[in-house]
């Protein structure tokens, strides 16, 4: 049996059976590479009351029940960034901390991108940046790009495009 301890907004801190604390995400995620033509990854940055600064991240956001997890990260990229995805490629399954957080990152890779703008449910602005898939490491090496989510994913997608041979 597992207990909640404390419940916010996008987590919750629960106990299970054993009496050992762990934190549950109020839902699982999808997380999206959106790739250009030119092979650029589409960044966003926005706000990580966690440290304080912004953050380097990827257009993401929760499934929702009954909505397939492609048809979440398609609306999610109209509401981010402002593109739909012609083609959405499923990459894996990521667990950031998979010993003490309860949420799944279902992330898809984005091709043939074509504008198309939805309006999004954040409180604030989101920030864009491009940058090209095959030198993403710098952004690590230059303390820029931190998000372990988003780096797993980067190389899900390098490692999928490479074995096309793209």
């Known amino acids: 049996m597992t207990t909640i301890q404390y419940q916010g907004t ?10 050992s604390d762990y934190v549950a995400s109020t839902g699982d995620e999808v997380l999206i590479v959106p790739l250009t033509a030119a092979n650029d990854v589409i960044l966003t940055t926005e706000p990580a009351p966690a440290f304080g600064e912004p953050a380097l991240i990827l257009p993401g956001g929760e499934t929702a029940p009954n909505r397939p997890y492609a048809a979440t990260a398609n609306l999610e990229l109209q509401e981010e960034i402002g593109f739909k995805a012609g083609q959405l490629d499923y990459l894996g ?15 898809y890779l984005a091709r043939d991108l074509t504008a198309s703008s939805l309006p999004g449910d954040e409180t604030y602005e989101i920030g ?3 940058v090209p898939l ?18 797993a994913a980067l190389f899900l997608a390098r490692r999928f495009l490479a074995a096309l041979g793209e």
């Open 10 to 19: 996008y987590f919750s801190i629960r106990r299970d059976a054993s009496g």
């Open 93 to 107: 399954e990521l667990r950031p901390w998979s010993k003490y957080l309860a949420v799944r990152s279902f992330v």
């Open 128 to 130: 864009i940046e491009r």
């Open 134 to 151: 095959a030198t993403f490491e710098d952004l690590i090496t230059q303390g820029r790009l931190l998000d372990a989510r988003v780096i």
